[in-house]
């Protein structure tokens, strides 16, 4: 208070800089002065340490209200080092992909990653593991596995109930995780494309609160109007955000927030992360102050966080000093008040994780090598289409064999969990490939092997190249590995620093390019999302195609 008052210097003080008051919609100038990592004031302050802000301007921290740690390709740790630099302060992670392979080991796993790291990641549980009644994982979580991590202060909600139809439906298994946590006042995440009509307001009337696939813009209105706040998608293969450039603006802008969903950590690096939102946001017309605003206060005024988002008196001092604004050309970062060098990550930015967790999860393939024999299509069958820059995909017509003239692949899920054998196959169009075979053990959201090809034989072999190095991703082609991208943990995230999985990204990329995959979508990330049988239209599991719009696996 004395401090504040003016009375005694301040720890830190930003003289004469240019400052956002998301609560005014406007910048402003003056000093800004923190005091052990708070923000004591905004006026004219004196400080043992000060900083000339003169042609600076400072930001509330960037907040991502929904984010895969895993999807990043990396673990917490390495992530945490690169979101921080992009002006990243706080993350709300669901670990439901680590769920599905090693259930509430990977919970553990994930909340342990994130202790002792200086980014701030909040949690909210997997709901839907496995996501539907139509998925193999390698664990199944029920509303009573969750209960132990209710005391846990980071552990904010229920994370994205996709199983949409169950909730409409009103199935017990998926409504006694709902209203587990509404009964304790937490959050509920939700997860419902294309859903709009009497489904929306049954799913709202569950408990549903938030939602961030939305595939229009007047979906989204439909969703805010009935109560819903929309978090504005832009990751890797779901970009979301030119489609809701509208929302920037009141009064719609205090129901949304941003996020990256699914986002490689190559990506974050070379164009950033939330940070790369706003910028895009603004070049499309978004006002900065209404762009800075939903990456920031939008996501608190969901979370009901009071101490952070802002640059107000008595709020963590998690803020953003930029060269330029238009462009969010970031000077510095400063997470409670200390400002983020390398230095400074590589001496407190460690995980401290136990062994027996980490044993277990390099330890999550149980399956027999693959054949060409044992991936014969035996009929006809539906050909899925993908969208590009959306993970929806659509019905168009049906093959019975590859037809690489009109871009008819195969595409297949192998089993890898419990050993049950099981391989669903199906055909791809829009994929692009012209050689060989592309496979991943990312294959959203049982994580099951998924790949797709030309031939059997090819699809084979990059199928057992990805279970012999215990999960990655790999190209296959002319009878070898072309590329690959060893991900041992669980068969989701590198242990490697962000720049050596740059490297191996960037190379099965170039890899996948070269033979053929459409450079105007990922490789591996919308292939991935081929294998989730909650995204319409229609997906591949390891039991075979799946009507989403119809609930039920095509015979």
Known sequence: MKISAGEVPADLVFKDISYLDVFTNEFKKGDVALYKGLIVGAGSYSGKQEVDGRGKTLVPGFIDAHLHIESTTVVPEIFAKEALKHGTT?????????????????????????????????????????????????????????????????????????????????????????????????????????????????????GVMSDHESVTLEEALEKISNGMRIMIREGTAAKNLETFIGLFKEPFASRCMMCCDDLHIDDIINTGHIDNNIRKAISLGAEPEMAYKVASLGACNYLRFSDRGVIAPGCLADIVMLDDVETVKINAVYKHGIKITDEYLDKYCKSRISKALIDKSHNTFNMPNVTADMLKAESTLPVISIIKGQIITVRDGEASDVDIDLDILKGVVVERHKNTGHIGIGYVKGYGLKKGAIATSVAHDAHNIIAIGINDEDIAAAVNAVKDMKGGMVVYSDNKVKAAYPLPVAGLMSEESAEAAKRCLDEVHAAAYENGVYEDIDPFMNLSFMSLPVIPDMRITTLGVFDVLNWKLVK
Do not use: W
């Not at 919970?107 to 839907?128: H, V």
């Not at 979580?141 to 994205?160: C, P, Q, S, T």
């Open 90 to 206: 706080a993350v709300i992670t669901d670990p439901h992909e680590i769920a599905n392979v090693m259930g509430t080991d990977g919970i553990r796993y994930m909340l342990e990653a994130s202790n002792g790291i200086p980014l701030d990641i909040f949690f909210m549980m997997p709901s839907c593991v496995p996501s539907c009644e139509f998925d193999e994982t390698g664990a199944t979580i029920l509303a009573e596995d969750l209960a132990e991590f209710f005391r846990i202060n980071k552990v904010l909600g229920l994370a994205e109930v996709m199983n949409t139809p169950g909730v409409i439906n009103r199935q017990k298994e998926v409504l006694d995780k709902v209203y587990e946590f509404l009964d304790k006042d937490r959050l509920i995440d939700g997860h419902a494309p294309e859903v709009v009509g009497n489904p929306l307001v049954t799913y709202i009337a569950a």
